[in-house]
């Protein structure tokens, strides 16, 4: 088992039995290349809060097996997309949640403490109409396989 997922589990863990650890940030490597070259993300650790962790898991569903390989999402997205409505990018992924696509959107250039990260801000299912034509159709595409 990774740091990574025995971090996620800990975190679960610890929301479940009230004792939120909100105010860790875990640093999961280097931001995905992809990122760098398609959405001119700055050359910044990648990291992810607690407080998202719980968030994703308690407030969105998602399964822990799917925080669990984040970053391997990431890293082979099926598309990446300009926001329309934020600094930063989502992350179309070939997992789904039901039958709606799972998104992650990261910030790029956020500070935390004194350091500049780029952040995993969220990771849900995007329910509706399938986003993938609306952001085409708005020019927002970034990216695709």
């Given at each position: 088992m990774s740091n990574y997922s025995a971090l996620v589990d800990l975190i679960i863990k610890n929301e479940m039995n009230g004792i939120p650890?909100?105010?860790?940030?875990?640093?999961?490597g280097e931001t995905p290349e992809l990122l760098l070259k398609h959405a001119d993300f700055p050359m910044l650790p990648l990291v992810i809060k607690a407080s998202t962790i719980a968030k994703i898991c308690f407030?969105?569903?998602i399964a822990t097996t799917h925080i669990k390989k984040i970053k391997e999402l990431l890293f082979n997205p099926k598309a990446i997309y300009r926001s329309a409505t934020q600094q930063g990018v989502i992350v179309l992924t070939v997992e789904l949640k039901g039958e709606h696509p799972i998104i992650i959107p990261v910030h790029p250039n956020k500070t935390i403490g004194r350091n500049k990260y780029n952040v995993i801000a969220s990771m849900y299912a995007k329910e509706g109409?399938?986003?993938?034509?609306?952001?085409?159709?708005?020019?927002?595409?970034?990216?695709s396989t």
């Open positions: 650890v909100h105010e860790i940030v875990i640093e999961l407030e969105h569903g109409n399938n986003p993938e034509i609306t952001w085409k159709k708005s020019g927002l595409l970034l990216f």
